[in-house]
């Protein structure tokens, strides 16, 4: 731990060795995790181990040239995971670009994302049915997202009525970089001044690409929103148990109408920011290690350990691992390229003179060259029913 990082408080309920410890000040997350049975911990490893998986072999994948480009989370799996995990089933979820760890606590299949960033289609899971939206790659345009959706379920009264299963929330999720972005701020104001039902989680994960947090702020970043009238807490990023209760109340507070809050997740991005960089090229291996040895699913293994979970589990899991590696293997091998029309079926809803017009020009165009080879690989995605 650095000098700075001490003395700010953090919200921790496992130590790096993996003991359940809870100081006095946060008695109250720790109530959520004494609701939670044996599975629960159990699906909160699994998930975490399986989104590791699937990131590393999307990474080889797109080394492999079976993707234009990859988008690593690894590091931030308890981040992700626990808060994912914390939000309810009606709740909606306004990503970046890096949650594939939250996407699959919401149903979202995996191979969705893979073919976005292999570019066959524009995030083919269905935000209705999952609840978790388009990833957004202009940074900080979720935030803006997520706080109109927060303030249309003030406008409709879906906030703090008392029915637990009729009252919703939203969360955001952005990087420690989209802070510098004015649409953040923004949003503070809107949801402050609004009171929106409405959790900001920040995952600080020490770099926007090679700038360091400390060149996007001097003063910790979970007291970004005070000024706006945005409450912050600072949470550590790689305790699973931690994350899953701090975001577990906020949204609870959300929900019954206590307004938005904000989430500092301290956490480390352990690979690269995508597969177009070299973080040895801007970072120091000192910095690496120090973070590897707060690995969220190490400090996890031995908490579960402790309960008494023996190697069986654990050997399950890999084997579990391994053979969704090889799903995503051969699932992606057999991807073929998209359809002409199926670039502008999401455009609008409803047919469109104009894009029907664009269709029409694009296919007699490529007639004229001599036919385009594309197979209808939407398959399987959402038509949302637009123009064809
Ligand atoms: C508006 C905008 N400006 C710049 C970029 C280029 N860009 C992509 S990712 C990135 C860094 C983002 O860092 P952070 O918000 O900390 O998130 P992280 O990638 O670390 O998860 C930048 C500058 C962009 N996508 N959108």
Redesign the pocket.
Known sequence: MTASEKDIPMVQLLSPEGDFSVPSEYAGYAEFIKELREEDFLKFYRDMARIRRFDNEATALQRQGQMGLWVPAVGQEAAQIGSGHAVGPNDHIFP?Y?EHGVAITHGVDLMSIIKMFRGVNHGGWNPEETRFHLYA????TQVLHATGYAMGLNFDGKVGTGNKDEDLAVITY?????TA?GDVSEAFLFAATHKTPQVFFC?N?Q???SSQVESQTTVPLYLRGDGFGVPGIRVDGNDVLACYAVTKKHMDDARAGLGPSMIEAFTY?MGA?TTSDDPSKYRDETEYEMWKSRDPITRFEKFLRKQGIGDEFFAEVEAAGDQLATEIREATFALQEPSIESMFNHVYSEPHPLITEQLAWLKGYEASMGGHEGAPATEGDVNYGGAR
């Open positions: 970046s890096r790659i202009v940074l900080g952005f990087g420690d970089g989209s972005e995952q994960n770099w926007a690409i991005r920011h």
